[in-house]
């Protein structure tokens, strides 16, 4: 049973866009939190930008003012923009979804539900 798909990664040069997309169930996509996280090799994973279910966001430090994250009601559907970016940004990049609790921390150890990932690659 798939409940978090993602979609939208791909290679582009620094300094260039990407949109991510990651279609969600309806029941989680009703979770009070729903994040997007991204992984290099032999790193932790990291949590990028998360937004509530009242509609309030954060975001690492590293991507603020660069990457915006929203969601679609209609569509069940979770976004991350991602302008500017950097080579610094590669990683494969997951949508998650906290049933009960907020984004603020955004630890993965808080995540209930997880995709496959989308792998993003910024050239220099």
């Known amino acids: 049973q798939v409940q978090l798909v993602e979609s939208g990664g791909g290679s582009v040069q620094a300094g260039g866009s990407l949109r991510l997309s990651c279609a969600a169930s309806g029941y989680v996509y009703r979770s009070d939190c729903l994040a997007w996280f991204r992984q290099v090799p032999g790193k932790e994973r990291e949590g990028v930008a998360g937004?509530?279910?009242?509609?309030?966001?954060s975001y690492a430090g590293s991507v603020k003012g660069r990457f915006t994250i929203s969601k679609d009601n209609a569509k069940d559907t979770l976004y991350l923009q991602m302008n500017n970016l950097k080579p610094e940004d590669t990683a494969m990049y997951y949508c998650?979804?906290?049933?009960?609790?907020?984004?603020?921390?955004?630890?993965?150890?808080?995540?209930?539900?997880w995709g496959e990932g989308t792998l993003v690659t910024v050239s220099s």
């Open positions: 937004i509530d279910s009242d509609g309030g966001s």
């Open positions: 998650a979804a906290r049933t009960f609790g907020d984004c603020y921390k955004m630890r993965s150890g808080d995540m209930d539900y």
